[in-house]
């Protein structure tokens, strides 16, 4: 699986967007972007995930670049409850194939 | 909302021990998977499991642990005999088919067990 660089932590204000970066430059065609976050030590819950088209649910959007190199999620309007780790992960489609978590973004939502 | 469930949510136990960590997956999914967390460190992963058998394991899964799902809800995962290392939150997550040509779905977890060995 492809290897993702995040940022170790941002901050956002509550209410606003919150814009996740990930670069993920040698991405194979098969392998799909997907976000997962971890609020406190809780189980990592899934957010979204794309090939390379830009995807949206009640949840976020994920905007992936043509070149599909690096991806940006966005909580369109950030809570409190947003304040979590942020996971990027590239990974192949197939059977049973496994998670591959980094140290993902600590987001830190404030008031 | 169909969710993962896991049991017991904290455990205790002495070092040498066996323990069993206890998963529901969600009912129509036919992956199954763990995962463990070492307080401060990164999520790992240690099997997953399809079809009845081991489909995949990392470093970490030697001899000690088994999985098994003896029967059509439950999903479990042995430790025989534990280590002060094994002190971990372990995660059990499943996944559906879903996609193109049955390609695997997003995984979803659960709330984890917290195995704190002495």
């Known amino acids: 699986d492809a290897k993702t660089t995040q940022p170790p932590s941002m901050d956002c204000a509550e209410g606003r967007a919150a814009n996740l970066p990930c670069n993920h430059s040698?991405?194979?065609?098969?392998?799909?972007v997907y976000w997962y976050r971890q609020i406190h030590s809780q189980g990592p819950q899934y957010i979204i995930h794309?090939?390379?088209n830009n995807e949206t649910n009640e949840m976020a959007s994920l905007i992936i670049t043509e070149d599909r190199k690096s991806s940006t999620l966005i909580l369109p309007h950030a809570t409190l409850r947003d304040t979590a780790v942020y996971y990027c992960i590239v990974k192949l489609t197939g059977t049973a194939s496994k998670l591959t978590f980094g140290t993902g973004t600590r987001l830190q939502v404030t008031l | 909302e169909p969710e993962v469930t896991q049991t017991p949510s904290h455990q205790v136990t002495q070092m040498g021990q066996e323990v069993i960590l206890r998963c529901v997956p969600i009912s129509n999914h036919l992956y199954f998977y763990w995962y463990r967390q070492i307080l401060g460190q990164k999520v790992e992963f240690l099997v997953s499991?399809?079809?009845?058998?081991?489909?995949?394991k990392s470093e970490i899964f030697d001899d000690q642990f088994s999985v098994e799902r003896p029967d059509g809800s439950n999903f479990t995962l042995k430790i025989r005999s534990t280590k002060l290392e094994d002190s971990a939150m372990y995660f059990c997550?499943?996944?559906?088919?879903?996609?193109?040509?049955?390609?695997?779905?997003?995984?979803?977890f659960g709330p984890g067990t917290r195995l704190t060995v002495t």
């Open positions: 040698t991405i194979s065609g098969n392998e799909y």
């Open positions: 499991f399809y079809n009845n058998e081991i489909s995949e």
């Open positions: 794309g090939l390379k």
């Open positions: 997550a499943s996944s559906g088919r879903g996609g193109l040509a049955g390609a695997q779905s997003e995984q979803y």
